[in-house]
């Protein structure tokens, strides 16, 4: 371990000593050594240094690093590396047998210097990198304590430059772990992922390559790391921010990005004013450019599930849904020999799927395409009318940094559709139960259109046989695009349209009736499920008939457990199609204008309905108030002020398994 910090010592140009190159000469090593390396050589001597081991000398290119091995004894050493022609900045690190760093250079010259006190003997590695430029280097290592003041051709030494951990004086950060502590920091910045006015320490990182980068921090305090690019006292340079890093705990952060070339800085801070030591490790990898995973892409054959896994890849393509779709991405090829319908589907268990298409795999701008999860658990999908061409289809995901398996599936079909089952009005598919039916017009003709759109767009027709009056709904779910309800008496003819939108919500006579399910645009293809019933009104007339009048001060006990669903309260559906449970209703009739309360107690899950006309009207237009939010205790409570008239009450479950007993108290407060 070092017992001091690190000195920096500069040298200038001088004449290269007779007896040094001979000396480089004689050892086999190449051509003579660089100049510089005299005045230094001199200089520690003259404070002295005793040059320890070989001389060290090699070539490298711009970015890359060596690593050359220093058997070191116990006491302080000096270590000077000198860059040839060509070579403008050289860093320097000394790193002990376990890989710990003990010393860096922190100019940005052609030239490096470190110095530290050893505390035992041993093998220590010296690593030097070409942060810019590229050439030839030389480095050699000196132990000793200073002695006499240099001779007149020595280079002066000069003052070390101590990097403090601020803005002003970042710290240099290569891979590997550091230690530090928060608590000899200045409080000036603060995260946007944490609000605080704790200390930070900042650490200054040059990436000259695109890389993933990967920052942790273990702290004895909550701690928290962001990083900041080119301009330091600048939160809106922020690149990325981490208080709690994922299933690390409080004094755990941890940032995975990928950055471009360029200067950062790495902040470690605390959470409100927390502070104290800490280990951060950096690891970083060569990452490919985004021109360089759409090179890779590899094809997407019609009608065959392939895929792969997004761990490892950067986040490279934005998407217009999807929240942008900031997790990891993977790039495919798609061929279109002529104009076509298209359809791909991402399927993923481990992330939130977003699969876009792009007309040029590098340029966001030429999106044509973005699909997210609409209902089918793991799937999003694009759908449309394609040009021929080449595109670029993205396997993405949703939430930031999310990475995992996923397959992709295209499916083509000419642009006027095959046709399909169900494709027109004389082979409707008939309506039976399940009251859930899933259907597809990716491959089906445009035969029909509706009032409120369809025209040019795909369809399946669907046939209703109805026996009593009744009341018809009808909902779409679970769509790769959108598309719209419209039902018919006579099917094609617009003037027999009954109702044309995304849901239907009618009362309907004895007969025969077809509903079709229409794409919205032309482009607007593929899955859906159409969730639909069918209420038979004469069962309500009859419960209405028989309704048991309430009497004002007498409650009433009566079970809902064994009846039938005739009635949908306004406040009891989730959604217009739903089927809601068992129900039963009630009448009373005022005299005089007066103040009521109904008061229910119920051992299930129920709603409560005051109407004005006892059957249901299109869009549930009988109901004067509806309550469906209980207490604990399951209590639901209305109070209002009525005309004098007839009024019916009905207690209903708000999904088909809830019913059961329960009490209706039935009050007139006063007459107003």
């Keep these: 371990m070092p017992r001091t910090g690190l000195r920096l010592v500069r040298g200038r140009a001088a004449i290269l000593a007779l007896s040094l190159a001979a000396a480089c000469a004689s050892s086999g090593r190449g051509p003579a050594l660089e100049p510089r390396f005299l005045a230094v050589h001199n200089a520690l001597a003259a404070m002295g240094l005793a040059q320890v081991g070989p001389i060290h000398e090699g070539t490298l290119a711009e970015g890359r690093e060596v690593r050359a091995a220093l058997e070191l004894t116990e006491g302080c050493t000096t270590i000077v590396a000198l860059g040839g022609e060509g070579l403008r900045d050289l860093d320097a690190q000394l790193l002990d047998a376990q890989g710990k760093p003990l010393a860096h250079d922190t100019t940005t010259e052609p030239q490096a210097s470190l110095r530290t006190c050893l505390e035992s003997a041993g093998t220590y590695v010296l690593v030097l990198r070409a942060s810019a430029g590229a050439g030839t280097w030389v480095a050699a290592a000196w132990q000793g304590g200073a002695g006499a003041a240099a001779g007149p051709s020595a280079a002066p030494a000069q003052p070390a430059r101590q990097a403090m951990g601020t803005c002003e004086s970042p710290i240099p950060l290569s891979p590997g772990t550091v230690s530090g502590s928060t608590t000899r920091g200045e409080d000036a910045n603060t995260g946007s992922c944490e609000r605080s006015d704790a200390k930070e320490i900042v650490y200054e990182l040059d990436v000259t390559q695109r890389q993933r980068v990967i920052l942790e921090v273990e702290a004895h305090f909550d701690s928290v790391l962001y990083i900041r690019k080119e301009a330091c006292s600048d939160a809106d340079a922020e690149v990325d921010c981490n208080d709690d890093a994922p299933n690390g705990g409080r004094n755990r952060s941890r940032i995975e990005h990928v950055l471009e070339p360029g200067k950062y800085f790495v902040f470690v801070d605390g959470y409100n004013q927390e502070a104290g030591s800490y280990k951060l490790t950096l690891t970083t990898s060569d990452v490919v450019s985004l021109l360089d995973m759409c090179r890779r892409g590899r094809a997407l054959a019609a009608g065959v599930a392939t895929g792969g896994t997004t761990s490892g ?90 990475a995992g398996g996923y397959s992709l599936l295209l499916e083509t079909a000419p642009p006027d559709g095959t046709g399909i089952a169900g494709d027109g009005c004389g082979d409707a598919l008939p309506l039976g139960s399940p009251s859930m039916v899933a259907g597809d017009t990716f491959a089906a003709r445009d035969d029909i259109a509706g009032a409120c759109g369809g025209a040019g767009a795909a369809d399946v027709v669907y046939r209703l046989d109805v026996a009593h009056r009744s009341r018809l709904s009808a909902r779409l779910e679970n769509e790769d695009a959108p598309h719209v309800l419209s039902a018919w008496s006579r099917c094609g003819d617009r003037a027999g349209e009954l109702v044309c939108g995304r849901t239907i919500d009618d009362v309907v006579s004895p007969g025969t009736y077809f509903i079709a399910v229409d794409g919205m645009s032309p482009g607007a293809l593929g899955r859906f499920t159409l969730d639909w019933a069918l209420q038979d009104m004469s069962a309500q007339t009859s419960a209405c008939a028989t309704a048991p009048a309430l009497v004002s001060g007498r409650p009433t006990a009566a079970s809902s457990a064994g009846a039938a669903d005739r009635f949908a309260t306004s406040c009891g559906r989730t959604g217009d199609a739903t089927m809601t449970g068992p129900d039963r209703v009630f009448r009373f009739s005022l005299s005089s204008r007066s103040r009521v309360r109904l008061a229910l107690t119920a051992s299930f899950d129920a709603t409560l309905e005051l109407r004005r006309a006892c059957t249901d009207l299109a869009a549930g237009g009988a109901a004067l108030a509806c309550e469906a939010d209980a207490d604990s205790e399951k209590h639901l409570t209305m109070d209002r002020v009525l005309e004098a008239g007839s009024y019916w009450v009905v207690v209903d479950g708000q999904t088909p398994g809830e019913q059961g007993p329960f009490t209706l108290d039935y009050r007139i407060l006063s007459g107003r």
Excluded: I
């Excluded at 999106?367 to 993405?396: N, Q």
């Design 313 to 402: 890849s950067p986040d490279d393509a934005e998407a217009s849904c999807g929240g942008g779709a900031q997790g990891a991405d993977a790039a495919w090829r798609m061929e279109l020999p002529s104009r076509s319908r298209v359809r791909v589907v991402e399927h993923s268990d481990d992330v939130n799927p977003v699969v876009h298409v792009r007309r040029s795999c590098t340029d966001e701008q030429s999106e044509v395409a973005c699909g997210e999860p609409s209902g089918l658990p793991g799937d999003a999908a694009v759908t449309g009318v394609f040009e021929a061409g080449s595109y670029t289809v993205f396997a993405d995901a949703r939430e930031r940094d999310s």
